[in-house]
């Protein structure tokens, strides 16, 4: 089949900014400034600006960010984080890293989103921090998130890796908590052309720490004193120029996810397969159309067949992968059955008209089949 319709296309991206990539790629080239420099000094100072926030810490990937951000907030050994099970599996990684335990928690079932109702419940003496996910691209409602987590002194760090650009009640991604950690992996609203992430907060001493300790926790303006154990997590300059590039576009890019995902709402509106909810007061930039069926491998099996392609995200939640068993409570029903039952459409900004019209009438093709079923 020739008329395809791939879950993702990167190149639409490239080809937009083909001269000016050419042009960043010989100034590196030029300048020989591979790691740290001006083009990174210029990015966080953007991002900063984009989030809304005083700082803006380039590092090395999205885990890192999240490493980073709890490390800086003295998360260790004896401590808890409330973790929603339905997440990359990175966010909880992020936890055991730091020497801490992650506490899975179920979330809401019409927007699989993480509730103030869980982390209230979940809440003990031990817990240091709750890993907020803007999972797909949306933001939960963060001020009744707040309104537990504050009075028990507890750090809210928003996983805001699939929201960038995303506003809860016109408060950007990553604003709002004591941290706010991006991914910047290829395939991201906003993507480098490898791995790349950062940090935003506006504590000024829990910004220092983290540049610190990005870069071997060498002490500001010394290559050979260092003032915490550190590590290896600076953020390239060649990624740092592709996202400031990029940065430019991505409001306009978000604002045509959000013409696909209400196609796709209209196209699946009164049948038995429904996409994931929005939530009332976020402006959501759909990193991933996420839809829901019973009958979820017949429904790809029929958008295959017709070219286009789908995925998973995420078929098993975490605290029912093998390595983080040791840390489930019990059963997290709505995660459990969700992830029976997701399936991702193709979601970015470059697709076509004619290739989400081709998307939108498969489905409602299909939907009506997914209900009565093949002989």
Partial sequence: MTDRTPFLDLGGQTAELRPALDRLWAEVLDTGRFVGGPLVEQFEREWAAYCETPHAIGVANGTDALVLALRALDVGPGDEVVVPTNTFVATAEA????????????????????????????????TRAVMVVHLYGQMPDMQAILAVTTPAGVAVVEDAAQAHGARWRG???????????????????????????????????????????????????????????????RLD??????????????????????????????????????????????????????ARSDRRDLIR??????????????????HLQVPYLRFADGPLPVAEEAAEQVFSLPMHAHLSDVQVARVCEALQQIAGLAVVGRD
């Fill in 95 to 126: 936890v055991v890293l730091v020497g801490a335990a992650p506490r899975f928690v179920d979330v809401d079932p019409a927007t699989l989103l993480i509730t103030p109702e869980a982390i209230a419940a979940a809440l003990t003496p031990r």
């Fill in 237 to 290: 300059a060649l990624q740092a120029g592709v996202l400031s590039l990029k940065l430019s576009r991505l409001d306009g890019w978000n604002a045509r996810r959000r013409e696909v995902m209400a196609a796709y709402r209209t196209a699946l509106a009164d049948t038995a397969v429904q996409l994931v909810e929005g939530v009332p007061g976020t402006v959501g930039v759909h990193h991933l159309a996420v």
């Fill in 171 to 233: 408060r950007p991604a990553g604003s709002r908590g004591v941290f706010g950690c991006f991914s910047f992996y290829p395939g991201k609203n906003l993507g480098a052309f490898g791995d790349g992430g950062a940090v935003v907060c506006s504590d000024d001493v829990l910004a220092d720490r983290v540049r610190s300790m990005r870069d071997h926790g060498r002490a500001d303006g010394s290559h050979y004193v260092h003032t915490e154990i550190g590590t290896n997590s």
């Fill in 301 to 318: 099996d029929e958008l295959a067949v017709r070219g286009i392609a789908t995925g998973i995200h995420y078929p098993v939640p975490c």
